[in-house]
């Protein structure tokens, strides 16, 4: 059984590669694979998955894979969520928000993603490595990091994205704009899985998005948590998810919030 430490140096080593592509592509001219009416597909997006995915297989070949662009692979008793690009229109049109992020959890069908291992999410314009061992803490480029606790939603400063499915612009208006109105500010990045780490990192107060993918949020639920946070996704149509993750303070209102929308 690989100890959190182990999992942990693979998951950097698999980010710090697919971060070496980001950076050698970012700001040239990019091979489109495919555009569609709201996202856009790079070739950038699939040779970061294969190089995560090579990292992981030589180490633990029988672990199972599920990865955005080349969907998933059965095996052991573990499996990693794995997002190569997250913000990957951000890094089509040159704005510099985006990361690769990873997570190995042991499978549990009793609990939502499983038993939480390990999370990893690099952010390569800022070169920034966040950390997440579930039960150890988080760290950014080795340092402790704790999320912001505040005294009320009034003091917050929440990041969203308008998020993807046929609900999403109700649940913008009815869920994200609401409690903006109750938040000190609201940010519209487009990186969920960085978005989430900056959460974990005590910058942003809370995380608010509807239509992600497990694996947009499988490190960043470890790193929220393991920094004092709190996640709650619930399950919305076509296999995705509406999110909170955030300080303890504030969790209750933005998941009753989520919890609440009728989707
Ligand atoms: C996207 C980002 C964005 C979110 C979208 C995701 P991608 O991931 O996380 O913040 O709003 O729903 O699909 O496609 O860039 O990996
Ligand atoms: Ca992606």
Not at 110 to 120: I, Q, S, T
Not at 207 to 213: L, P, W
Request: charged share 20%; with cysteine; net charge negative.
């Amino acid at each position: 059984m690989p100890s959190l430490e182990e999992l942990a140096k693979t998951a950097m080593e698999a980010a710090s590669a697919a971060g070496s592509i980001q950076k050698e592509k970012f700001g040239n001219p990019l091979n489109v694979d495919a555009k569609m009416t709201d996202d856009i597909k790079l070739e950038a997006d699939r040779l970061c998955e294969k190089a995560i995915i090579d990292t992981i297989r030589a180490r633990y070949p029988a672990h199972a894979i599920m990865a955005e662009e080349s969907g998933s692979a059965e095996g052991s008793d573990y499996i990693w969520y794995i997002d190569p690009l997250d913000g990957t229109v951000n890094f089509f049109y040159g704005i510099p928000y985006f990361c690769t992020t990873l997570a190995c959890y042991r499978k549990n069908p009793a609990v939502f993603l499983g038993d939480p291992l390990v999370g990893v999410t690099y952010a390569p314009p800022t070169n920034e490595m966040f950390i997440g061992m579930a039960g150890f803490g988080a760290t950014l480029n080795g340092k402790p990091v704790q999320v912001r606790e505040e005294p009320a939603l009034e003091e917050s400063l929440l990041v969203s994205a308008y998020g993807s499915g046929g609900n999403k612009l109700r649940f913008t208006r009815e869920v994200t704009l609401s409690l903006s109105e109750h938040s000190r500010k609201t940010r519209n990045l487009g990186a969920a899985a960085y978005d989430m780490a900056n959460v974990a990192a005590g910058r942003a107060s809370g995380f608010v998005e509807y239509g992600v993918n497990a694996w947009d949020v499988a490190a960043g639920k470890i790193l929220v948590e393991a920094a004092g946070g709190a996640f709650f996704a619930k399950p919305v149509p076509n296999g995705k998810l509406a999110v909170v993750a955030s300080g303890k303070n504030i969790h209750a209102q933005l998941k009753a919030a989520v919890d609440g929308f009728e989707v």
